[in-house]
């Protein structure tokens, strides 16, 4: 068990990272953040952030000698820094979640390779290939840069077949990636999270299931309880420990899913990390998916995860600062909402500066009320 008191290596200076700070002051522990650009916002609330390339192998030695373990808020890291600093401290999750969830080929072959339900998909590694993977799959479909792509960034959706009549076109517009992942595109009654933490005993804790939103791409809304039978959401629950031990997750694994409309639920992604779909555990249950991360690397007994009530979370993106600072005054004056804003600095159009969350008894009036304030905020 790593002690409160010991000091906890973040990868990553972002909104995650300073909410998992936030949840592991609570707990007694210190932070270092690590982040090659900086100041970031979760340098401000760390006890020391460090700013460097992760092809600083100085800088990296100097952050996990300073610090009893290391764990990550997002995955895109390359996986040669793991090694190095795993040769000197704990790396949680492990390379091997890394690995694979940071690239979706890797991704889809490993669902694939485990039987895991997922999207049908093709590769290309060129127009020509692209071509032939977009005839495979049909319409619609999506492409999928292989890395570096979320929040709908390195996604083009093709609904018939005149619009990949140049793939060379396409190629280049998503700036000739070395690789993309061609997929089916599901009709789907709902799209669902589950998140699940494991420790380095094999033991692992979930959290309800959510109903989640998206709008252009990008998480608009979480809903929990999500509206679905126990037996789907057990269904989802099962998954994500069934990829939690075949990863060998120590921390979090986020799996994201589709719900076809015959009651299957298929696997969109991964995601090895405290995630945006998770942000209503910090109101809504008795544990927070970040403290519960803490609580999985430093090998503390988890947190219950009850939900306490119904909970609505809400994303706050940049785009609400168009005309300068929100009037917070009427989402503040409701005394069921939970304002979270993250100090970012500049508000940008579709950068996530904040979410509310809004409680209650009955989950549908609670959405209505968090769509609401949405959009008092948004007019």
Same mark, same amino acid.
């Given at each position: 068990?790593?002690?409160?008191?010991?000091?906890?290596?973040?990868?990553?200076?972002?909104?995650?990272?300073?909410?998992?700070?936030?949840?592991?002051?609570?707990?007694?522990?210190?932070?270092?953040?690590?982040?090659?650009?900086?100041?970031?916002?979760?340098?401000?609330?760390?006890?020391?952030?460090?700013?460097?390339?992760?092809?600083?192998? &100085?800088?990296?030695?100097?952050? @996990?000698? !300073?610090?009893?373990?290391?764990?990550?808020?997002? #995955? *895109? %890291?390359?996986?040669?820094?793991?090694?190095?600093?795993?040769?000197?401290?704990?790396?949680?999750?492990?390379?091997?979640?890394?690995?694979?969830?940071?690239?979706?080929?890797?991704?889809?072959?490993?669902?694939?390779?485990?039987?895991?339900?997922?999207?049908?998909?093709?590769?290309?590694?060129?127009?020509?290939?692209?071509?032939?993977?977009?005839?495979?799959?049909?319409?619609?479909?999506?492409?999928?840069?292989?890395?570096?792509?979320?929040?709908?960034?390195?996604?083009?959706?093709?609904?018939?077949?005149?619009?990949?009549?140049?793939?060379?076109?396409?190629?280049?517009?998503?700036?000739?990636?070395?690789?993309?992942?061609?997929?089916?595109?599901?009709?789907?009654?709902?799209?669902?999270? &589950?998140?699940?933490?494991?420790? @380095?005993? !094999?033991?692992?804790?979930?959290?309800?299931?959510? #109903? *989640? %939103?998206?709008?252009?791409?990008?998480l608009h809304a979480s809903i929990?309880?999500?509206?679905?039978?126990?037996?789907?959401?057990?269904?989802?629950?099962?998954?994500?420990?069934?990829?939690?031990?075949?990863?060998?997750?120590?921390?979090?694994?986020?799996?994201?899913?589709?719900?076809?409309?015959?009651?299957?639920?298929?696997?969109?992604?991964?995601?090895?990390?405290?995630?945006?779909?998770?942000?209503?555990?910090?109101?809504?249950?008795?544990?927070?998916?970040?403290?519960?991360?803490?609580?999985?690397?430093?090998?503390?007994?988890?947190?219950?995860?009850?939900l306490q009530n119904a909970t609505?979370?809400?994303?706050?993106?940049?785009?609400?600062?168009?005309?300068?600072?929100?009037?917070?005054?009427?989402?503040?004056?409701?005394?069921?909402?939970?304002?979270?804003?993250?100090?970012?600095?500049?508000?940008?159009?579709?950068?996530?500066?904040?979410?509310?969350?809004?409680?209650?008894?009955?989950?549908?009036?609670?959405?209505?009320?968090?769509?609401?304030?949405?959009?008092?905020?948004?007019?």
């Amino acid at each position: 068990m790593i002690s409160p008191g010991s000091t906890i290596g973040i990868l990553g200076g972002g909104q995650l990272g300073r909410m998992l700070i936030l949840a592991g002051r609570t707990l007694g522990y210190r932070f270092h953040i690590f982040d090659p650009s900086g100041p970031c916002t979760a340098g401000m609330v760390a006890d020391l952030e460090i700013n460097a390339s992760y092809s600083d192998e &100085v800088a990296l030695k100097a952050f @996990a000698e !300073g610090v009893d373990i290391i764990t990550l808020e997002f #995955e *895109n %890291i390359p996986t040669d820094v793991i090694d190095l600093l795993s040769a000197i401290k704990p790396v949680m999750p492990g390379k091997l979640a890394l690995h694979i969830c940071q690239h979706r080929q890797r991704e889809k072959d490993f669902l694939k390779e485990n039987r895991l339900p997922c999207v049908p998909f093709e590769y290309a590694d060129s127009p020509k290939t692209l071509k032939t993977a977009i005839e495979t799959i049909g319409f619609p479909c999506v492409i999928k840069t292989a890395v570096f792509g979320y929040d709908g960034k390195g996604q083009i959706k093709l609904n018939a077949p005149e619009e990949a009549a140049d793939c060379e076109y396409l190629w280049n517009f998503l700036e000739c990636p070395a690789r993309v992942v061609v997929e089916q595109w599901i009709h789907h009654i709902g799209e669902f999270s &589950v998140i699940c933490a494991r420790k @380095a005993d !094999g033991s692992k804790s979930t959290f309800p299931m959510s #109903e *989640n %939103i998206h709008v252009h791409h990008i998480l608009h809304a979480s809903i929990v309880p999500a509206r679905i039978s126990d037996s789907t959401a057990r269904a989802g629950e099962a998954l994500a420990c069934d990829i939690a031990d075949k990863l060998n997750v120590i921390g979090l694994i986020a799996v994201e899913l589709f719900l076809r409309e015959d009651g299957r639920l298929l696997i969109n992604e991964m995601a090895p990390r405290p995630h945006n779909s998770g942000h209503y555990t910090i109101d809504g249950c008795i544990t927070s998916q970040f403290e519960q991360h803490i609580r999985a690397v430093t090998d503390l007994p988890f947190g219950s995860t009850d939900l306490q009530n119904a909970t609505v979370m809400v994303n706050l993106l940049g785009d609400i600062w168009e005309k300068g600072e929100p009037d917070w005054s009427g989402l503040l004056s409701d005394p069921n909402v939970k304002l979270h804003l993250y100090d970012k600095g500049q508000a940008k159009p579709g950068r996530k500066m904040g979410h509310f969350c809004v409680v209650g008894n009955d989950i549908d009036e609670t959405l209505g009320t968090a769509q609401a304030h949405f959009e008092r905020l948004s007019s």
